[in-house]
């Protein structure tokens, strides 16, 4: 990039954060779709491995088009580094992996992501390493576990499916009490509408999966940091593993983040009128959304959310039946787990994504068999709320 983006707006790092154009000066980032490199000569190749020119090796450690995807990423976040990866699980392990070592202790809030919760609940204790999940929504809970020595904490907000905050402010505050870094899982949010590195956090993650590419395509994921943990701790673990993203999904992702303020705006003002309409009707007993006024967490929302996600969280009444009944009668929205995309999903958050969970833990997460959660799309609101409105329609 010739232009130094650090002084851009996130409009406009979405669109030209990263760009390098070869020497061919296309308008559009090229894909560069190699594996390896060749050297000058054999004194520049044994520079390259010593780290002491910047060209490229090999693209498991690094790729042209992985490079633009990655610069652009940072200049939205804020961040000076990221590294991208396959998909968003990747990113979410190698952030930790890079770091933990026998012994540690690493605390978790309960409402994570699914494969975040087996990550932390049943892989890393493989290795010796402490986990211990506390309410993330509540403060004591996070004092009381970090009132001992942690190496990492893990958060998401808000979270899946219930629509939860984690104060990322004072949770951080306590953690670099206790010495541990702060990993926050910002998928719900997007880089757009929180900055947890602004509000303390170390470490940022995304699945790229969701709303960067957000038109059902490919799988990605990125981790963004400062420079320092970048390269001493997280680079070596990348290179030697091999989480790497593909540089064909990088140049999608990339061209997706040029669209990615319009899309998810449009998502999140859809989501919040969609939330509201849900609230007023009379088979509905509950409502989720960060910006209802009615969420407990209402006033911490507008503290450390700029805005509200488009995802929306519902019960109705009638449990389990109830729910597969209006999930089976809609004709547009479609059932997946998926999130983020263009088209509205709809899922059932206890027979699918949280099915692995028992009873008590998607009791104690709120996630009751009447609970849906809908991902909202790009679509006509009137469409939406006419296909919901027969849904409900359809209960007894
Ligand atoms: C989807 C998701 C992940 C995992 O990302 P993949 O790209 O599916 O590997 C992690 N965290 C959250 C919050 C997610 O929604």
Avoid at 3 to 27: C, F, H, I
Avoid at 290 to 303: F, W
Avoid at 342 to 366: D, M, V
Wanted: hydrophobic share 40%; glycine share 6%; charged share 20%.
């Amino acid at each position: 990039m010739t232009k130094d983006p650090s002084n851009y707006r996130q409009e406009t790092a979405l669109v030209r954060g990263g760009l390098q154009r070869s020497p061919n000066r296309e308008t559009s980032e090229a894909l560069f779709l190699n594996s390896g490199y060749v050297f000058d000569d054999a004194a520049q190749a044994e520079a390259a491995f010593k780290g002491e020119n910047d060209n490229y090796i090999y693209s498991r450690y690094g790729n042209p088009t992985v490079t633009m995807f990655q610069e652009r990423l940072a200049a939205l976040e804020g961040a000076e580094a990221c590294y991208a990866t396959a998909t968003g699980m990747a990113a979410v392990f190698a952030s930790l992996a890079c770091q933990l070592n026998a012994g540690d202790r690493v605390v978790s809030s309960r409402a994570v992501f699914g494969s975040c919760h087996i990550i932390v609940d049943q892989i890393l204790p493989r290795w010796g390493i402490e986990t211990v999940f506390v309410d993330g929504t509540n403060l004591d809970e996070w004092q009381a576990a970090l009132s001992k020595p942690t190496h990492a904490v893990f958060l998401e907000s808000p979270s899946n499916p219930m629509l939860d905050l984690v104060d990322i402010a004072a949770v951080s505050e306590m953690a670099h009490a206790a010495g541990a870094c702060v990993i926050v899982d910002n998928v719900f949010a997007t880089p757009l509408y929180q900055r947890p590195l602004e509000l303390g956090a170390d470490i940022v993650v995304y699945s790229a999966t969701k709303h960067i590419d957000g038109q059902g395509r490919c799988l990605g994921g990125a981790v963004l940091a400062d420079a320092a943990f970048m390269t001493e701790r997280f680079m070596p673990f990348y290179r030697h593993t091999g989480p790497a993203l593909s540089p064909f999904n990088a140049w999608i992702m990339l061209k997706a983040l040029e669209t990615l303020s319009v899309r998810v705006e449009r998502q999140c003002d859809n989501s919040l009128d969609l939330a509201r309409f849900l609230l007023a009707q009379p088979k509905v007993t509950k409502v989720c959304h960060p910006g209802l006024e009615s969420h407990p967490q209402a006033e911490l929302a507008r503290r450390q959310m700029s805005g509200f996600g488009n995802l929306v969280t519902f019960e109705v009444e009638g449990g389990k039946a109830a729910a597969f009944r209006i999930a089976d009668a809609l004709r547009l929205i479609d059932i997946s787990n998926n999130l983020g995309d263009t088209k509205s999903l709809i899922c059932h958050p206890a027979t699918t994504t949280h099915s692995r969970l028992s009873e008590e833990e998607r009791s104690q997460l709120g996630i009751s068999p009447g609970v849906l959660r809908i991902s909202v799309g790009l679509e006509h609101l009137d469409d939406l709320k006419e296909d919901l409105e027969r849904a409900l329609a359809a209960l007894p």
